[in-house]
């Protein structure tokens, strides 16, 4: 792709963000240029200075100077001519924004004393997080190879490390900035979760072996939560609802020890491609993609009769995606269209946990997004545990301290997680099935803890019992038949008097009472002394 097609792409994506058509960085990732990272880059830095640019093009009248160029490729052009190279393009694209560089430095020198530089990404502190995809390694193969590229390993014993395991005797959770002070070419493993390393902030892995061949995955530690704190057991049936672009869905094939089946949707083709391919370099050949839209989906399907834990992370406002240029775009968004858009948001989630609740032998359901407003965290929680009577919450992750609000009644049991824990923000409830002697109310949190999987085959085993039930009292209506018509052939067999009856004979009397009497008092003595099942 030449350079000028280059910048036209970045200058599409961000028209497309301004049209609320996708996100910035799912719109790099569905664009046709290979060259993604370096196309996000640039779409990124240009909408970092987007209100300065804002300022130089309105003082020099430009949509007056330039009518044909889109607003996008404004924006992405003057960025590398004032802020960023300088235009690497030749031809008539440079040609349009060459001939007036002059006024536009001019204008620059004019605005940049009234505006503030942008201000640093809070995402440039986040530290590097990766999972270990035990699919294809383990987590003592990786960390012996970082240490032999220099790496200095803090710790290698995951959850269980010093100081998770100190506050885990005392009965305490684990602080969350127990891993945020590492320094460069050190690496240490996640208190909190399994198999998940950080590095320090702007550690690039994205060319290392262990990511390219499968070994490692790039994601966030909070995006690992939602899968870890489902953890279904090896060979179940499993439906991730959401489930492009594929971190969670690995995750959770890599869990299960890339047995049973996990179903993954998706309702758009392109991002089930980018899942697809995820699968494929992770080596999880037990996930299934499907284009199709979850709450469309048959729960009474054979397929998915027997599903018992189902991740339900639907699209929202990503307002804890520190690293998302959502907040430069939507700069000028009032609060009343806010509130509308968080409704319509809320009102598809609360859908799309509903219909997760409602197949038929699903024991665990996992609930998360990457925002921080209350209207699709907390209050769609509320909104289900209020229509779901039958379902009830565990305490989510009990060793991560930072909870749900306070004034929910939920909120305990639910996990929050902000930028200042190191990781993006994020949130997630676990419901699951109430068991027959569970009497908690509806809306308060369960006393089971969430690491306790043994009732996750409850709904299969009271439907195998039913089954079973049903087969024996089927087993029973064919034997007292066969007993009918026997006894009816039998009694055809016997003479017959005068009258048409039986014969009353004291040697045919004798023969109907032994085959017949005395199982009758069997039947009738086993009835009596049957003991009274509660």
């Excluded at 093009?57 to 960025?79: E, I, R």
């Excluded at 991730?240 to 949707?265: E, I, Q, W, Y």
């Excluded at 806010?338 to 032998?361: E, G, I, T």
């Amino acid at each position: 792709m030449s350079v000028a097609r280059f910048y036209r792409e970045a200058g599409d994506v961000i028209d497309k963000a301004f049209a609320k058509e996708g996100s910035v960085k799912n719109l790099c990732l569905s664009s046709r240029c290979r060259r993604k990272k370096q196309l996000y880059a640039l779409v990124c830095q240009s909408l970092k200075h987007r209100r300065q640019i804002d300022a130089i093009l309105d003082k020099v009248n430009w949509t007056q100077l330039s009518p044909d160029m889109g607003a996008g490729l404004s924006l992405v052009l003057t960025h590398d001519l004032l802020f960023g190279p300088g235009v690497q393009c030749g031809g008539t694209l440079k040609e349009s924004i060459m001939e007036h560089e002059s006024i536009l430095k001019q204008a620059y020198e004019q605005v940049k004393e009234s505006l503030d530089l942008p201000p640093a990404s809070t995402s440039q502190g986040l530290l590097r997080y990766c999972r270990v995809n035990t699919i294809r390694s383990t987590l003592s193969d990786v960390l012996l190879q970082f240490k032999d590229e220099g790496y200095s390993v803090l710790s290698e014993a995951g959850p269980a490390s010093c100081i998770s395991r100190e506050c885990k005797s005392r009965g305490e959770p684990t602080p969350t900035s127990s891993v945020t002070a590492i320094q460069a070419m050190q690496c240490v493993a996640d208190p909190h979760l399994d198999n998940v390393l950080a590095f320090p902030a702007g550690t690039d892995l994205h060319a290392h072996p262990l990511y390219t061949n499968g070994q490692l995955i790039l994601q966030q530690k909070s995006s690992c939560m939602s899968a870890a704190e489902l953890h279904p057991p090896a060979g179940a049936n499993v439906i991730d609802a959401c489930a492009a672009p594929g971190n969670k869905t690995t995750h959770l094939a890599s869990l299960m020890n890339n047995s049973g089946r996990v179903h993954a949707f998706d309702i758009n083709p392109k991002r089930l491609n980018i899942l697809t391919n995820a699968c494929r370099i992770a080596g999880a050949t037990c996930v299934v993609p499907k284009v199709q839209n979850f709450l469309k989906v048959d729960t009474e399907c054979a397929e998915y009769r027997d599903v018992t834990h189902i991740l339900v992370d639907p699209s929202c406002s990503g307002s804890g995606m520190v690293d998302r240029l959502d907040h430069l775009i939507d700069s000028d968004v009032d609060k009343a269209e806010l509130a509308s858009r968080l409704a319509n948001l809320a009102s598809f989630q609360q859908r799309a946990v509903l219909k997760a609740l409602s197949f038929p032998c699903v024991t665990d359901v996992v609930y998360s997004t990457c925002s921080i407003h209350s209207e699709e965290n907390e209050d769609v929680v509320t909104a289900v545990l209020r229509k779901s009577p039958g379902f009830t919450l565990v305490r989510a992750l009990p060793q991560w301290p930072r909870r749900g609000l306070e004034h929910y009644d939920c909120g305990d049991c639910c996990v929050r997680v902000s930028p200042e824990d190191g990781t993006s923000g994020f949130f997630l409830a676990h419901f699951r099935r109430r068991s027959s002697d569970d009497e908690l109310p509806a809306a308060s949190c369960g006393t089971t803890d969430s690491r306790d999987s043994s009732k996750f085959t409850s709904c299969q085993s009271k439907q195998r019992h039913a089954v079973k039930r049903s087969h024996s009292s089927l087993v029973r209506s064919a034997s007292s038949q066969s007993m009918d018509s026997k006894r009816s052939k039998q009694a055809a067999s016997m003479p017959r008097s005068d009258h048409g009856g039986v014969s009353s004979s004291s040697k045919d009397r004798h023969v109907l009472k032994s085959k017949f009497g005395s199982k009758k008092r069997k039947r009738s003595t086993k009835h009596v002394h049957r003991p009274v099942t509660s």
